[in-house]
């Protein structure tokens, strides 16, 4: 008798394209299909230009000597950085979550802050104060200062739910501590830890600043290079292709890995909350160890961008550029959270509210960005412009649109949420109450899903607002946002007038990591997510 | 006040077809109550009737307005049909006093109808309260407050009471029948409860497998039901073979006289004879007291307070069958004793 029974009523479950009274379906369907097609975008027009070339040059292209050494750069440097990241951000969880440590509250916020610190920031901070820092191990250890968080996260708020009793079973069944934590607890977070692990290898595979300036070459720096310095495009398609298939596969293990690991309760007794296990005589070896991590990861960044900006002064900093440049990434960014929010409304609608095979699939179509490095979503949208719009190409629209595929994963996740808050049934009592379509709509739908779609705003906002690569590629001429600046800049050993800009994203990002920290630290009250 | 009608209505999804043919008759300004196990197409047939599904044969009717027929459909904001669907369904943003002038103009939606909509529901103090803070009964008065609001011709309630625990659903449908009877607007009330169906309801109509089995006063159904599943359906009952003679069935429990429609059976067949029906005594001494009943001893006592049903197995050989007696409370009998069975008249005939 529940509302979730209640919104399985097979009518429900039904696609009625096209049937002239439902007319929202319809509307729907059109946006979903913009949406996919919008997605598959980048990629086709890669295959398209790969194509072009002919294969002969594909193959040569492929059997190059450096395709061998970046994937053997990509492949050690993500199995390491994942690997590490796992360690830390599962260790860290637990110390926040399962024990006595004190000043857990503010561990909590302290160890999510990173990640509102873009990478590229990160390794910015390390390499302006030890010029000497570069290679593998800076690589591997800017990367998994940053994106630790991504695991840390998940697992927390995984732990914080799970079930003591099963711990407790486990220990009355004759199962040590340790034990019983790597065949109960470890087992009922697997899936949190595979998710993250997951986010960190396709962020590892995307990314493209940090490792530029920690000088490490994996395969989105190569591709950036060969399109910017030979604008060998067919050579970077190839590369992008490759990444492309990289981070699918990738996408694809994560899926089978945590299709066999998911943790169902049985039973009907009510979840005990989580025991603390006392850490007695390790309580300052493990404060010593988070101090450090914090130090490491959130300080010396902060410090860096500090030290920068008293040094550089009044003489570097130019306001008026600063304020341009923060209005023009806010006006693009903005414009990118619009569209990325309009368009999940029909995909999420469309895959709570008419669930068949065909809705999963789109859903699922539209998780592809994911995997998509933001440089090949450029890459692909400059093969498409060149060839078919050349008046868009380096056009803002090209940018707003190549941000709005790259972040729609974030909006839908929003915007489902919201809409599975909304069931239709409120919209049919509204009906018989005497509102139309429309005036439902208005009344009832859009004030539900409203706070879905700020949270879909404010993430796509600042994930547009902090992004680089795809920044550097389209950005049009003349105009300059504050990643951009940032960059020519910084490379240009610049640091002083660098700092400014990175502060500014820094600031844009870490309200909403903050805001983050915190719902891991609050529990839910009441039945909603 | 509207006569509802539905006619030959068939509806389905995918190649599952849920109502098949359905007729429903439901007179202006009665409570009629649609009884069925769950998935029988309740929800359904009042989806169709509110307008949020289109028929895909026959009609609907409210009055001399069609509805929905094949050509014609109106969509359910034009129906003047006021639903109040399970769980109240309440919009969460909205406050209690918003919920309720929904469906009013904006003019009037913070005007003094809202007030006295909530006084006559009873929760006029909880004006301003948003849905998450009010229990499930009060939940429901808001609904039906909403549903009201609009003056509408017809009113379907989906299960209203489902969701509240028994004291207040006893408490409640008292209280909603009161306010129907007195608004005198057509209602449809949808249920699964039997209990619910029989004391609320002026008609109830039967549906099982996608059609209306019967429909009539709770009391025709009660004591006439159209077939043995329905008979055990509405309450326990004792299906009991008999030789028609007249206007008497010959029965193990002695001659039994027949209600005047069930005159005409002939032959042999079976007769109802539910539980209240039947009078037992216990047998006193080893005196063979069998006469004007059947002997026979109690195998097991259900006590419930108000009253017990008995599970009696009747001396004659080869008896398979358990006779239910309901006795008041104070008599109940423990298991073993030795009674006499003796039934009340008048029985009908079934089908």
């Keep these: ?215 490490y070459r994996t395969f989105t720096v190569e591709i950036f290079t060969e399109f910017q310095l030979g604008f060998n495009a067919v050579g970077a398609c190839v590369l992008s292709l490759v990444l492309v298939l990289i981070g699918l596969v990738v996408l694809a293990g994560e899926l089978t890995l945590t299709g066999s690991s998911r943790g169902t309760r049985s039973g009907s007794g009510v979840a005990r909350p989580a025991t603390r296990a006392t850490l007695g005589g390790l309580t300052l070896p493990v404060l010593a160890l988070l101090t450090a991590l914090a130090a490491l990861a959130l300080g010396v960044p902060l410090y860096a961008l500090v030290y920068w900006m008293v040094k550089g002064g009044s003489t570097t900093l130019p306001a008026a550029s600063l304020a341009g440049a923060l209005g023009r990434t806010a006006e693009f960014s903005a414009a990118a959270a619009v569209l990325a929010s309009a368009l999940a409304i029909p995909l999420a609608s469309l895959s709570v509210r008419h669930r068949n095979r065909v809705t999963l699939m789109i859903e699922r179509l539209a998780f592809v960005p994911m995997a998509l490095p933001g440089l090949v979503v450029a890459l692909g949208l400059v093969s498409f412009t060149v060839r078919y719009a050349l008046s868009l190409y380096q056009g803002t629209l090209e940018l707003v649109v190549a941000y709005a595929i790259l972040f729609l994963p974030l909006a839908l996740v929003a915007v489902r949420a919201a809409i599975a808050q909304a069931p239709a049934r409120l919209e049919e009592v509204g009906r018989s109450l005497g509102a139309g379509q429309f005036a439902v709509w208005r009344r009832v739908t859009l004030p539900l899903i409203a706070p879905g779609l700020r949270a879909a705003f404010a993430l796509v906002f600042i994930s547009s607002a902090t992004e680089l690569t795809a920044t550097l590629v389209l950005h049009p001429t003349g105009v300059n946002t504050l990643a951009t600046q940032f960059w020519s800049y910084s490379s240009n050993f610049a640091y002083g007038a660098a700092a400014p800009y990175a502060a500014l994203m820094v600031a844009i990002s870490a309200v909403p990591a903050y805001l983050l920290s915190r719902r891991t630290t609050v529990r839910p009250e009441g039945g909603a997510p | 006040m509207s006569r509802l009608r539905v006619q030959g209505l068939v509806k389905g999804y995918g190649n599952r077809q849920v109502l098949r043919g359905l007729d429903l008759d439901v007179p202006a300004g009665s409570l009629t109550a649609v009884l069925g196990l769950s998935g029988c197409g309740k929800t359904t047939l009042m989806r169709v009737i509110a307008g949020f599904e289109r028929a895909e044969r026959g009609s609907v009717a409210l009055g001399a307005h069609t509805l929905d027929d094949g050509q014609t459909y109106v969509p359910p904001e034009r129906r003047g049909i006021g639903y109040v669907p399970q769980e109240g369904a309440l919009f969460p943003h909205l406050s209690v006093e918003a919920n309720v002038g929904f469906g009013l103009p904006r003019s009037e939606r913070r005007g003094s109808a809202v007030h006295d909509l909530l006084e006559m529901v009873g929760i006029e103090t909880l004006a301003r309260r948003l849905p998450h803070e009010l229990s499930g009964g009060e939940q429901q008065r808001v609904a039906l407050a909403r549903a009201l609001a609009r003056s509408p011709q017809a009113l379907l309630l989906d299960e209203p009471f489902s969701s509240l625990d028994a004291a207040l659903r006893a408490s409640l449908r008292e209280e909603v029948h009161e306010l129907l009877r007195a608004q005198g607007v057509t209602t449809v009330l949808v249920t699964h409860d039997q209990e619910e169906a029989l004391s609320l309801a002026d008609v109830v109509a039967v549906l099982r497998d996608g059609t209306i089995v019967q429909q009539g006063t709770p009391a025709e159904l009660y004591e006439r039901p159209a077939d043995a599943p329905l008979a055990r359906f509405l309450g326990a009952v004792n299906l009991i073979p008999a030789s028609f003679e007249g206007a008497a069935a010959l029965t193990a429990l002695g001659p039994l006289a027949l209600r005047e429609d069930s005159v005409a059976a002939t032959g042999a067949g079976t007769v109802i004879v539910r539980p209240e029906q039947l009078e037992v005594r216990p047998r006193t001494g080893d005196a063979d007291g069998a006469a004007g009943g059947l002997g026979g001893r109690v195998e097991q006592c259900r006590y419930y307070g108000h009253d017990a049903l008995l599970e009696i197995r009747p001396d004659t050989a080869g008896s398979e069958q358990l006779l239910l007696a309901r006795v008041l409370g104070e008599h109940a009998l423990p298991a073993g004793t030795a009674v006499t069975v003796a039934a009340r008249g008048p029985v009908s005939a079934l089908g």
């Design chain 1, 1 to 215: 008798m529940s509302s979730v029974a209640a919104d399985q009523r097979p009518a429900e479950r039904l696609v009625r394209f096209g049937s002239g009274w439902r007319r929202w379906p319809l509307a729907a369907g059109a946006g979903a299909a913009i949406a996919s097609g919008l997605v598959l975008l980048p990629i086709a027009f890669l295959v398209v230009q790969a194509q072009r070339s002919g294969w002969g040059q594909v193959e040569s292209l492929l059997l190059r000597h450096t395709v061998v050494t970046l994937l053997w750069n990509t492949l050690r440097l993500a199995a390491a950085c994942t690997l590490l990241c796992a360690v830390v951000g599962v260790g860290a969880a637990w110390c926040v979550q399962r024990t006595t440590l004190p000043l857990r509250g503010v561990w909590a916020v302290v160890l999510v802050l990173p990640l509102g610190i873009p990478d590229f920031v990160v390794g910015f901070g390390w390499v302006s104060l030890d010029h000497g820092l570069h290679g593998y191990f800076a690589a591997v250890m800017v990367m998994t200062l940053s994106l630790y968080p991504l695991v840390y996260l998940p697992v927390a708020t995984a732990l914080a739910n799970v079930d003591s009793s099963l711990e407790e079973a486990a220990r009355s069944l004759g199962l040590g501590r340790w034990r019983t934590f790597w065949r109960v607890t470890l087992r009922q977070v697997r899936p949190a830890v595979l998710g993250g692990c997951l986010l960190v290898t396709l962020a590892l595979l995307a990314e493209y600043g940090a490792f530029e300036i920690t000088q």
